[in-house]
Each structure stands twice: as C-alpha cells, then as structure tokens.
C-alpha cells in the first residue's frame, strides 16, 4: 500500500495533531539542525510519518522507527515481538508546508512544491528541459515530478525529462486511476502520480518490480 499526505504547519489543528504523534527520539533528531525553522520541520515531519504509518497499518506511531543514512535517505521498520518490517518513506518541505509518503512496496519519492508565482518558474524549469512549454502551475509540477522520480531512484533531478520519462504502455501494473502512470526510466519501472492542491504542486513516485500490482 502506500499512502501520502501533506499539512501546513502554520495550521493550529494539523500541526498539534501531527506532534501530538511525535516521541522523545523526534526531539532529540530535530535539535541536530542548527535553524529553529529547520528543527520544526524535522520534527513536524516526523509526527506526519508517525501518523501516516497509523493510517497505512493500523497500529501505534510508537512502533516505527525512523533513521536516516548518511546521505539523508530515511530508514523505516516497523518494530515487532518477532519481526520487523522494512518500510520506505520520502519528506519534502516548501516554505511552511511539508509533504510526506509512505509505503511498503519499494523507494519511494515525493517532492511538494507552493506554488509562488512572483517566481518565473518556465524560465527556471527550462533549465532542465529547455525544450518546457507551459505556465507557471505547470512548471512546478513538472518540477515536483522530475524530483519525485529523482528521489525514487536516488539520483537527483532527471536530465532532461523527456529523454528519460517515457510513458509504459503495457501491463506491469494495474492500475485503477487514470492519473497514474507507470515510466520505465533506464532499468528500472515506477508508478507516477501527481496531485493538483490549492496552494501547491505534488508528485509521488515509487519504483516498482515487474510483479508489483499498483493501485492508485
């Protein structure tokens, strides 16, 4: 399954429902950065992880842990009596918002964007693809899904977009939304989805194997 959520952390309810979720480690993680701004996200972000885990499983916050690599990639396990089970997830932060994904399929990521239209966006964005036409909205999507599929497969934007996004068109996965796409990008197949909010642009990736059936 996976599962993937955003919030604003200037938002009262959101923001005390999402730390409400966060436990001593959090703290402790969150006062490694040397911002207040960079410490409230950390910690935010991992009280939505918490809460992401208890929608997608059913069980306590308490039972996940959450490391990180050196290189910053996020390490999940579901801690058990027996077992523990490996989890993937991916955080992204703009300006006060801060989106996360969850899943235990394979690696996954995510990339939110606000959208700040004082920013000229087409011009920026055609620096990955100079071949980019679109306003404003769509170059911050294209952003949020070159980044997500980077993520994904830990290797930082795609260059250039076209030449590595190409649309699957046969039957890997199934697929129950129209909106999601699977992309063969060198070796390896994910499943793309983006989501068009109010305020903002996001994208979730996650790589998939051949036998992997992906409902949206």
């Given at each position: 399954m996976i599962i993937a959520a955003f919030a604003d952390m200037k938002d009262n309810f959101p923001y005390n429902?999402?730390?409400?979720?966060?436990?001593?480690?959090?703290?402790q993680q969150a006062q490694r950065h040397k911002t207040e701004r960079r410490r409230l996200q950390s910690q935010f972000s991992r009280g939505l992880l918490r809460q992401l885990y208890c929608l997608?499983?059913?069980?306590?916050?308490?039972?996940?842990?959450?490391?990180?690599?050196?290189?910053?990639?996020?390490?999940?396990?579901?801690?058990?009596?027996?077992?523990?089970?490996?989890?993937?997830?991916?955080?992204?932060?703009?300006?006060?918002?801060?989106?996360a994904g969850l899943t235990d399929i394979g690696p996954i990521g995510i990339d939110g964007e606000k959208i700040d239209h004082r920013r000229d966006m087409p011009h920026i964005y055609k620096f990955i693809d100079p071949g980019f036409?679109?306003?404003?909205?769509?170059?911050?999507?294209?952003?949020?899904?070159?980044?997500?599929?980077?993520?994904?497969?830990?290797?930082?934007?795609?260059?250039?977009?076209?030449?590595?996004?190409?649309?699957?068109?046969?039957?890997?996965?199934?697929?129950?939304s129209p909106d999601v796409q699977t992309l063969a990008i060198d070796d390896q197949i994910l499943a793309l989805r983006s989501f068009k909010l109010p305020l903002c642009e996001m994208s979730v990736a996650i790589t998939l194997r051949p036998t992997d059936s992906y409902v949206g």
């Open positions: 429902f999402i730390m409400s979720a966060c436990l001593e480690v959090d703290v997608l499983t059913g069980q306590r916050g308490d039972v996940l842990t959450i490391d990180q690599t050196e290189n910053g990639d996020l390490v999940l396990y579901q801690t058990g009596r027996l077992s523990s089970q490996r989890l993937y997830g991916s955080l992204s932060h703009s300006g006060s918002f801060v989106f036409v679109g306003g404003c909205r769509d170059a911050y999507r294209a952003w949020t899904r070159n980044e997500a599929c980077g993520k994904a497969l830990k290797c930082g934007l795609l260059l250039p977009v076209p030449a590595a996004l190409q649309y699957r068109k046969h039957g890997l996965t199934k697929l129950r």
